[in-house]
Structure formats: C-alpha cells, structure tokens
C-alpha cells in the first residue's frame, strides 16, 4: 500500500513548461526551512534528573531510609506523577505550552534545589510527591506540544530524540556522578551536588523557555511569514482537522465513550512498566554483577547508548513505513527477552550473557513510550481531543511505574523475581493489545478501501479522484516531455467527465473472470462509446421513475463499468419532438412536482403573493437567461412570483430521481457527540484510515462531529467526488465556467488546500472621513426633527466619524452593501449619509442609538420629498431606502418597524423598475484603458447586484423566520453570484483589476439548481462565504414559496402530496453545508481574515442554516402562540389562535415522522454553538442571531413539555449559576444523543426553566423591539 504523502496545489507555482502546461506544487523548500527551524529551536530540551544514582552513593543512609523507605518513596512520587498529567495538558491547550512548559520546569528546577536540603526520610518524601506534581506534566505536554508542530509521519522520530535526551541522561549520568561524588566538601554529600547541579540547570532552561519558545507555529518567532503558511497547511492536510483552536472541554474529552479508548488504555497502561524497572533501577541491576558503586555508573553507559540508538532508528523506521504497531511488538518483545535472560540466569555465574540481556532490555524498553503517543496522536484529527488523550494516557503510564516500585522490594534481592515477572507480563498484554489494534486497522483500513471505490493492486477500476491522488506522488518533479502529455491527457478526461476527478478510470486490463468463472473482453473504445450511447438513447424513452426501478437497473450499469458511470458521462436527456410531460418524466405519483406541473389538478389554484401585479415591475426583457423563464409573456414582463415553468427548469425534472441518486445516507454521520441529524436512513459512512498497514489515517471518521470541524466535512466531500456523487456539468454549462473549474487546480479534491482566494484579500480602504461640510449638511437636513437637538455632544464631528466608523467596520462588513473604496461622505447625498450614521449608531452607546431613532423617522419623509426619487431612482436612492427600511425593520421599536412593513413593498417595487435583479457583470480580461473608470464602473453594478440580494436576503428572512409573506421570488435574482472579497475590498483601481480578471461569474440560479438537482448542473467550488449565504437564502426562498402552495392549494384529490417537498429542501440545506464547510476550512487555511470575524461568519451563517431546518419542521407561529406570546409583529393573538396552537403542537410532538425530533436536534445544536462561542465573534452583527435563539429555546421547550401522567418542574432555578447548569445539563444531554431515536427518548424529560432564564437575560441585552417582546414571553413561561 501506497504511503499516504499528498501533493497539494498551493500558491508556490513552477513556471509554464514548453507545452503552457501549468503545473502547482507544493512549497517544498518553506516546509523544510519550517522543519528545520522547528527542529533546532525546540528539541533540545531537558529532561529528567536520576533518582537512582544519587540511591547508590549513600542517600540511604544520609537520610536513613527505612527498609523499603526507597520504593515506597518511589511509589508516592508515581501517584501525582501520573494523576496531574491529564489537568497540565488541559492547561497547556487553555494557556500555551510555552507558558505552562516553562512554568513546569522553572518550578521542578527549584523543587530539585530543593532536595539537597532534605534532613530526614520525611521531608525528602514530601518534596519528591510536590516534585511529582510538576514534573508530571513535561512529557505529557512536550508531546501534544510537538503535535502542534509535525506532522503525523514526523511525531515518532521527534518523540525519540526528546526521549534520547532522558536515556542519554540516564547513560552519561554514571559519568557526572563519578565526577560529582569525587568533589570533597564537608558538609555536602555527593547526591546533594547533584541535586544542585540538576536543579539549577532545569530552572535556568525553564527561565530561558518563557522567552524562547513559541505558544504555536503562527506565533513562532523564528519563522518567516511563508513558513507560517506552510506549517498551517501541512498540519491540516496532515495532522489535525483544526488548527489553533480554544480549548473545548467537550471535545476534549469526546473520545473517551469510543470503544477504543479502553484498548489505548490498557496498552498505556502496562508499556511503561518495562520502561520504569530499566529507568529507575539499571543501575541496581547492573549492580548485581557484583561491581563498586562507581563501575556500576560506568556499566550502565553501553546499554543506554545503545537503547538510545536503537530508539532513533526503530523511530525513524516507523515514521518512513509509516506503520506503528509493529514497530512497537518487535520493542516489547526485546525488552521481554531481555528480562526472561534476567530471570533465568544466574547472574553472578553468567556476567557476559546478564550483561547482554540488559542490552535487550535497554534497546526494547525505550521504544514504545515514543511510537505508542506517536500512534494514538496520529488517529486524533482534533486538538482538544489529543490535549487530554495524552495527558491521559501518560498519566496512566507514570502510574504503571507504581506497580514497578511496588514489586521492587529489599527481600526480592538480588534476583528481583517479582518484579521481572510483573514487567513481562505486562508486555505480554500489551503485545497482546497492540497486536489486536494494528490488525484491525489494517483490515479496518481494506474495509474502507472497498467501499469508498479504491481498488488497488490487480482489479480491473479504481476513482480518477483516487488516480489523482497517486498521481502527484509520481509527478512531484516534472519531467518534460512525458509529463506534459500526461496531463494534457488528464485535461482532456476532466473534459469529458464533466469536471476534473470525476469519472471511472479505466485501465490497460483487456480480460477479466466474470463471476461464472468465463475469460470476458473488454469491447474496444468505439464499441463502448457506441453502446452507452445506444444504452443512454433507450433510457430516455422511459420515465425517470422506471429508469430507478429495481426491473431496469440493469439501463445504468454495465460490465464494463463496475461503477455503473463512464468516464464520459451521458449527455442531457431532453429530446426535442416529445411530448413535454413524457419526455421530463413526470406522473403524477410525483410527490414533489406534481402540484407545480402545468395542468396538473393544483396548479390553477395556486395564490399569488399579494401586492405583486403591477404590470411595470418587471425589468423588461432584460433577462440574460434567454428562454428558461419565458414561458408566458406577463409572467416574464410583470415578474409576479415563482411560477411552475420556474421550478421546472429548477429541478431539471428529466433527471428528478436520480438528483440524490446514492445519497440516500446522512449527510452528517451518527455518532456520539455529534452535531449531525439522523434526517435519512442508510448506511454509516467511514472514510477514516487508522494509521497502520504502512498508511496513516485520513482525516475523517464515523465518530468525528463534522459540523464542529469543517475539515471533515470538506473530506466527506471529497469522498463524493470518489464515489462519484458529486455532480456532472450539464452540457449546457458554459465553456467560460468549465475553464474556471479547470484552472482552479488540477486536483480537485486537493482544491481546499490551496487557500481559499476569497481571504488573499489586500490591504483594506482607509475608512471614509466625516467633514465639516458634511456633518453641517447633515444637521440641516435633521433641524426639524422631533427630540433632536444640533448641538448635541452626540452630532458632534468626532461622534459623526465613529458612527460612520461603526458602519463600516460592523455592518457593511456584515452585509457588505456599500462599497467603502468609492464612498466618499462629502460627496454623497445628506439624507443618504444620514442613513449610514444612524446605522452605525446603533452599534454605539445606548443614548446614541436612541437619537438615531430619533433621526430615522424624518428620514423616510426627506427621502420621498428629494428631487432624485422617482420611479426609476438613481442607485443612492434605493440604497437610502433599504438602510432606512433595514433600521425601521431591525434596530428600532415597534412604530418603526410597523413603518418600514408598509413600504417595504415600495422598496421592492422600486427594485424591480431598475435594473438591479438583472445585473450582468462584464468579464474583465485585459486591463482597460481608464481604469480608474472601469472599476468605479465595476463596483456600481456590483452594489447594484448587492443592494437587490440584500434586499432578498432580508426578505427571505423575515418570511422563513418569522413565518410572514414572501415578497419576492429566488427566480427574480438573475444575476451572478457576489464577487470575492479580494475584488470588493481593493482599495484602487490596480488592486481590483488584478483580483477582478481572474475571477469566474457563476449565475446564482444555476448554482442554486446545484442543490436541488445536484446531478443536473455542476456547482461552482470555492465560492465567497456572501455567495454561499445568498444560495442559502435562495433554498430558504424555495421552501417558503412552496409551503405557501401547500396552504393554498386544493388537495382534495391527493392530500399526502402536501409537504413532500420538505425531504428534497432538508437535503438541500445539508448539501450546502458541506459546501460551506468545506470552504470555511479554505478560509482557516489562508489565514487573511479576522479570528473574530471567521467565526462570525461561519456562526451565523449555522445559526440561519439549522433555523430554515427548524422552520422546515415546525410552524413558528404556532410554538410562539402555544409559549404565550400575546402578538405577533403587531398582531394581536386571539384565543381561538391559542386554541389551534395547542392543539397543533402536541400532535407535531407526537407525529411519527419526526419532524419534532429533527427540529429539537437542530435546535440544540443552535444552543450548543451560541453558549460555546459567545465570547469569540460579535453576535451583534449577525441580525437573525437572537431571533434564532428564541425560536431554538421554544423548540427545546416545546420538546420537554410534560408527557401525560408526568408532572412539570415548578421550581424555577434560583441563582443564575443553578440556571446555567441546568442549562448545560440539557444541551449536552441532548447534543450528545447518537441517533434520534435516543432523543426521542429524553423528550418531556429535563427541565427547561434554567435553559429560559439564560436565553431571556441574554435577549435582554439586545436593542430590538421584536426580540424584546421574546425576552418577556421567556421570562412569563420561567415565572419571573
């Protein structure tokens, strides 16, 4: 098997060859500069000092030592030494190991001083077990702090030489005692100098390693800016699925319910004994040869160095075999042999072959302890997870040498029986166990290979994903001639795949057995094109219903292509002269497109939305999409809302079946501790490798949370592309975005590692300044507004520039609607300025907020009155009005909000007279002539194509979150999807261009049809996180629109058809997740952006992702009715709305298609996210962030209502400390449930009361009228 080394595209590129092949590589030289770097400055460490010398020089008998006074001093120090491992590796992950690593060592270095100061037997004892206390911690976090540096083929030889310092310690520690006990002082003893000498050295290295050590690669001192880049990245194609992450207690310890953690347990349990008898007590069983003390300390030189030899080497093996488990079973069995020699032989008789057997023992025991936290640190992707594994795991290691200590006694000298029989049994266990976990991964590791498609060594396929992966093994230097045509032929198969990596390869192999046992040929190339293509005609006569039937799945596989897929996939089914119905496939069995069919028994009674038939709403055919929407002139013209050719073309209905083809498994896997929905049944996904079988183990695993580590869910979906799930480009994709594809990277499931382009943003535009001039313009547009006084501190000039400030850095950065680098405040309209200020305002001081509102309701008025407003207004105008209606709608009261309701359909109407909605950016391939010109140009449409998705964006979320009336349609957005951050942040024009004309258009309706149908069209990859949010938006446009053709429809012939479209819109959603994810870890590799602002956008934009899923499986309104809200958005809520409400929610609690369940799931994990990462990102800036708390504390609520025959809790948590832990009690207990039928079984079962009274104290510190109003209904359902 293959070692698993990668080549990952990243921005280090060769030069073009001869034939303009572009080949990317690897940055080769930073990586080893990096290692290099990391290897001088941090492996030569300190390590223990020796106990055991100082025992053979008279410590006995200075401090009069009892009879077993040493072992059991022995003993006490191994209790602490191996019980505070676990809380020092947690603290290093919480405060860095360049803090606690020093503080540990500047600590055990005066404890050591101390020592030579011990009296009597008593005090030594108790400096020893304090001295535990702190030494315990080095090793433990020496490795997990190393894990921060290598990469899993790196950890075993690095591991060794940090031991190679102890057992070189140990070996030349004879000769420094021969010296130090010659030094002749009255009053101080030879084990005292040593103690002197030890300690002052390991204090003065603890003082230096606050100043040299670094807490990470990111913040090492001695690495440049591409060193820094390199580490991050081989760390996470290698090593970790996170990288610099906070410490999570939950994660931390999220491994410990695996059903491994035992096995690691027993094998580190029982390792350490070998190693504890040959460390402690070499010398005494060198001793036994009968030689002086100071030739027992020369004796003990040889077998160390050779131990330390055979450690590097065995070490260095393993990491280039990459295996572990073998390595680790030939270590114990030589240390074993070495002490079956010991307990066989007489020593005294036999010298040269004891003398021998403690070579053995030495070569044998130093080994394990250096590849067994190699090995269980290799199969941990996760940084909390390794911080307490081994912190664990040595813990129980120093603990073994209790047993060790404890068998170590004066009557069992000189042979020591006991004690070597308890040392080999235990390696005989951990033998035992090593050898059951190493053959297991290997055949664990076949398993996986088999089903995910990789077939390896003599079978006739295996995935061109996988055939990539080799292949940049092979071509890691490039050879002209061969290699160019290898690639041009590469090239040439992603053509014809619909994409690169997709696709079966085929290989030379003309014969094969067929099951019979019959010789089959492989038909020539011609003759396979020429049935496929017979094949493909025949399957398009049929309905895509009959091509899934179990009758003719014979129509989608074949002999020749065991995957059922060629490399050349069919193309579009859509035969021109059919019958419309017959040729897309559609019956009316149909559960999802049989209410939007034309002439089917819904569709003429479907309502439109209201306030919507307004004949010059439309943008007159300025539709770049030519006849996909044109099926009826007024409803091309007029717009109205989504109609039945929309969803048509949407979901692609000639391959309607089969868009999830293969899906049919979650999404997001099932296991403990994870943040996954059970939403569809199938088999359990494994891709995890162990590290074993000369392979170490990929990055994902069953038992891994993929939504907490966006690294997984990228590999997941690079185990689509395997699998060959990912989707095909339709033949009608343009040639412009297969190029793009292509060009991104040659290896498409490699492509995360590249860094995502979207971050290489450049140096941001100075913020807008605030004149004079424009503060007096400001004043006199407001001078006759209601409670606001110019002359106010508030509207002073400085005050005015932070609010401009504010907006800037917190909302536009949020929702990026005004473009910073052409905005200049002395140029733009007063009553558009005043707009931005009160905005920004709001995120100042509470009396600052309070004159914005003030400012606000005269703004709608001087807007309407200005000269420019006109039906079809210049851009600043609809600018103005979506802030004010955004203010009005979000941070204000009720009177403003009521307002900006009444003329949001104004704003609407406005939008679509423009021309925003069809917005077409031009392609920037060469550099214009005016510059200066052409990106103002740019960045016009562009706000242009912003201001109407926000304006969507806005909507839909108000209709999806708040259950209200959708007012525009996802099929109205005809445009392309929003550019990179790079090209709207560029502070001038040669910024822009050079990130504008490399940059691909994908039209978002295509690439919303990717998750509907996601075989119909291929979706764009790495796309902007503003991209991946409004295709979110879109999907939640979708289920809005047709929930409302449920409610309006007559289904009195076929009633279960309502509804069906939720199983396709929860597929959706996931599907975009993992796109999201994918790309958030693209994000983490670049590095470019913000902590704080990453984790905002990656928070909310899971909190709007798992609300649509609650919204998908519960009625809003009804939860915030049955809760006791007494209005709804002005409303009032009347009692026959409560009584349908309680009648509704108790049979959604107890529906058997678990729709409650998936809802409670989603709305854990909202709770989960919000309690974890409150403190790392302005929740502030996301708006929806608050009202999805609400509507997921209502959800867990209604969940635990009390069963029939159960009384509800009464009590209600008396001090927020009580709250707060009855709070985490249930977030946990309900995160952390593996399949939903184990949620379904804590339902009606906690307590929600201390979850209410944390949500409604934080919504109380939320300056929004609509959240308010939740606040209160929390605290009436609390009691308080």
Excluded at 345 to 374: D, E, R, W
Excluded at 383 to 401: C, D, I, K, M
Excluded at 1198 to 1213: D, I, M, S, V
Excluded at 1264 to 1280: E, I
């Amino acid at each position: 098997m293959q070692n698993s080394k990668v080549l990952v595209p990243e921005h280090v590129s060769k030069p073009e060859s001869d034939d303009g092949e572009r080949t990317v590589y690897i940055d080769h030289d930073a990586e080893r500069s990096y290692v290099r770097k990391v290897d001088w400055f941090l492996l030569p460490l300190l390590c223990t000092s020796n106990l055991a010398n100082a025992k053979t020089d008279g410590l006995e008998e200075d401090l009069k030592f009892p009879g077993n006074g040493y072992s059991l001093m022995i003993i006490l120090f191994y209790i602490p030494f191996g019980l505070c491992d676990l809380p020092w590796n947690l603290l290093i992950k919480r405060f860095s190991g360049r803090i606690m690593l020093s503080f540990m060592t500047v600590v055990w270095g005066i404890l050591s001083l101390c020592q030579c100061a011990a009296t009597n037997f008593g005090s030594l004892l108790a400096i020893r077990i304090i001295l535990g206390v702190f030494e315990a911690g080095f090793f433990a976090g020496a490795t997990f702090y190393f894990t921060l540096f290598y990469t899993r083929g790196e950890m075993g030889l690095r591991l060794s030489i940090l031991q190679t310092f102890a057992v070189l310690a140990s070996a030349f520690s004879g000769l420094i005692s021969y010296g130090v006990f010659r030094i002749d002082h009255p009053s101080v003893q030879g084990w005292q100098w040593l103690f002197i000498i030890e300690g002052s050295m390991t204090f003065l290295t603890g003082i230096i390693g606050f100043f040299w050590l670094p807490a990470g690669p990111q913040n090492a001192w001695f690495l440049n800016q591409r060193e820094r880049a390199a580490a991050n990245a081989r760390l996470l194609r290698d090593n970790s699925v996170d990288v610099e992450t906070a410490l999570n207690l939950k994660e931390c310890f999220r491994t410990w319910r695996n059903w491994k953690f035992p096995v690691w347990c027993i094998i580190t349990l029982t390792y350490p004994v070998a190693y504890a008898t040959a460390m402690n007590f070499f010398p005494l069983i060198v001793g036994r040869l009968g030689f002086s003390v100071v030739k027992t300390n020369l004796w003990t030189v040889a077998p160390n160095l050779v131990g330390a030899v055979v450690l590097l080497c065995v070490a260095t093996s393993s990491d280039y075999f990459r295996e572990r488990a073998f390595h680790i079973v030939f270590s114990l069995a030589l240390s074993l042999i070495g002490m079956l020699i010991l307990a066989a032989l007489n020593v005294t008789q036999h010298k040269g072959v004891a003398y021998f057997a403690c070579f053995l023992m030495a070569a044998g025991s130093y080994i394990p302890s250096c590849l067994v936290h190699a090995w269980h640190n290799n199969n941990n992707i996760h940084e909390n997870s390794r911080a307490s594994n081994t912190g664990l795991f040595v813990g129980l290691g120093n603990l073994a040498g209790v047993l060790s200590a404890a068998t170590f006694r004066t009557e069992y000298a000189p042979k020591y029986i006991p004690t070597l029989v308890a040392t080999c049994c235990c390696n005989v266990v951990c033998i035992a166990g090593v050898l059951w976990m190493g053959l297991w991964m290997r055949s664990e590791n076949k398993r996986r290979d088999r089903e995910q498609g990789v077939r390896l060594r003599g079978h006739e396929a295996f995935t061109r994903a996988e055939h990539l992966r080799r292949h940049s093994l092979n071509h890691e230097e490039p050879r002209s001639g061969y290699t160019s045509r290898h690639m041009m032929r590469h090239a040439k198969r992603d053509e014809e795949a619909g994409g690169p990596g997709l696709g079966i390869l085929e290989t030379r192999k003309r014969t094969r057995r067929a099951p019979n046992g019959t010789i089959v040929t492989k038909p020539a190339k011609r003759q396979a094109r020429k049935a496929i293509s017979n094949r493909h005609t025949r399957s398009v006569s049929h309905t895509s219903f009959e091509i899934a039937s179990e009758g003719n799945a014979g129509l989608i596989e074949s002999h020749d292509y065991p995957h059922g897929a060629p490399v050349s996939p069919p193309s579009s089914a859509h035969l021109e002269g059919h019958d419309q119905h017959s040729d897309i496939g559609i019956s009316d069995e149909d559960a999802l497109l049989a209410p939007m069919m034309p002439g089917g028994p819904y569709e003429p009674y479907v309502e439109p939305i209201p306030g919507q038939f307004d004949a010059a709403d439309g943008s007159w055919g300025t539709s770049p999409f030519g006849d996909m929407f044109t099926a009826d002139t007024a409803m091309d013209f007029n717009m109205p809302f989504a109609v039945t050719h929309n969803y048509n073309w949407l979901f692609d209905v000639s391959c309607l079946d089969d868009a999830f083809v293969d899906l049919d498994w979650p999404l997001e896997p099932i296991s403990p501790n994870q943040d996954s929905i059970a939403s569809f049944p199938g088999e359990e996904r494994d891709a995890t490798r162990e590290m074993d079988s000369g392979e170490l183990v990929e990055l994902c695993s069953p038992d891994l949370d993929f939504n907490l580590d966006p690294s997984s869910i990228l590999l997941e979906a690079a185990t689509l592309i395997d699998k060959g799930l990912y989707p095909d480009a339709s033949t009608s994709s343009s040639t412009s975005h297969q190029q793009a594809d292509q060009t991104a990277s040659e290896y498409p499931e490699m492509e995360w590692m590249t860094g995502h382009p979207q971050l290489d943003t450049p140096s941001r535009p100075r913020l807008p300044q605030v004149t004079d001039e424009a503060r007096s313009s400001v004043l006199a547009l407001i001078s006759n507004a209601k409670d606001v006084s110019g002359a106010s501190p508030l509207l002073s000039l400085e005050a005015l520039q932070g609010y401009c400030d504010l907006f800037f850095s917190r909302f536009n950065v949020a929702h990026p609607l005004i473009h910073q680098g052409t905005f200049n405040p002395n140029q733009a309209e007063p009553v558009f300025l005043a707009a931005v200020l009160c905005l920004g305002a709001t995120y100042s001081s509470r009396e600052a907020h309070q004159i914005a509102v003030g400012i606000h309701d005269s703004l709608r008025n001087q807007l309407f009155c200005h000269p420019d407003f006109s039906p079809q207004p210049d851009l600043w105008v609809l600018q103005a009005m979506l802030l004010i209606d955004c203010f009005g709608k979000m941070r204000a009261g009720p009177k403003q909000r009521d307002r900006a309701q009444l003329f949001h359909c104004v704003l609407i109407k406005m939008i679509r007279r423009s021309n925003c909605c069809v917005i077409q950016t031009p392609t920037i391939r060469s550099r214009p002539k005016d510059l200066e010109h052409a990106w103002a140009e740019a960045m016009d449409l562009e706000q242009r194509k912003r201001l109407a998705m926000h304006c969507f964006m806005w909507d839909t979320q108000h209709a999806v979150l708040f259950s209200q009336s959708l007012c525009m349609s996802a099929f109205e957005m005809r445009f392309p999807l929003p550019c990179e951050a790079s090209t709207w942040e560029a502070s001038t024009p040669e910024q822009w261009l050079q990130c504008a004309i490399k940059e691909p258009d994908h039209p978002f309706l295509s690439a919303l049809k990717g998750y509907i149908a996601p075989h119909a069209v291929h979706r764009p990859r790495h796309l902007n996180p503003l991209a991946h949010i409004f295709l979110l938006h879109g999907l939640m446009s979708l289920s809005s629109d047709l929930r409302r053709r449920d409610q309006t429809t007559i289904r009195s012939e076929t009633p279960e058809l309502a509804g069906a479209w939720k199983h396709r819109i929860g597929r959706s959603y996931d599907l975009w997740k993992i796109d999201f994810d994918a790309d958030c870890m693209a994000m983490k590799l670049g590095q470019a952006e913000n902590p704080r602002r990453f984790t905002g956008i990656k928070m909310a934009a899971h909190m709007l992702y798992r609300s649509a899923h609650i919204t998908l499986n519960v009625e809003i309104l009804d939860l915030q009715i049955c809760a006791g809200t007494p209005h709804i958005l002005g409303r009032a809520v009347t009692q026959n709305d409560i009584e349908r409400s309680r009648r509704i929610i108790p049979q959604w609690l107890q529906d058997e298609s678990g729709m409650a369940l998936k809802a409670a799931k989603h709305a854990s994990f909202i709770l989960q996210d919000a309690v974890m990462s409150l403190d790392d990102w302005d929740d502030a800036d996301a708006f929806h962030f608050p009202w999805c708390l609400y509507l997921a504390t209502l959800t867990c609520w209604a969940f635990h209502l009390p069963k029939e025959g159960h009384n509800a809790p009464t009590q209600c948590p008396q001090s927020n400390e009580q709250a707060k832990t009855e709070m985490s009690l249930l977030i946990v207990a309900m995160t952390t449930c593996s399949s939903l039928d184990e949620l379904a079984s804590l339902a009606g079962k906690y307590s929600t009361k201390g979850l209410m009274k944390v949500m409604a104290q934080k919504l109380a510190t939320v300056r929004w009228t609509v959240v308010h109003d939740a606040m209160k209904v929390l605290f009436r359902l609390v009691g308080l």
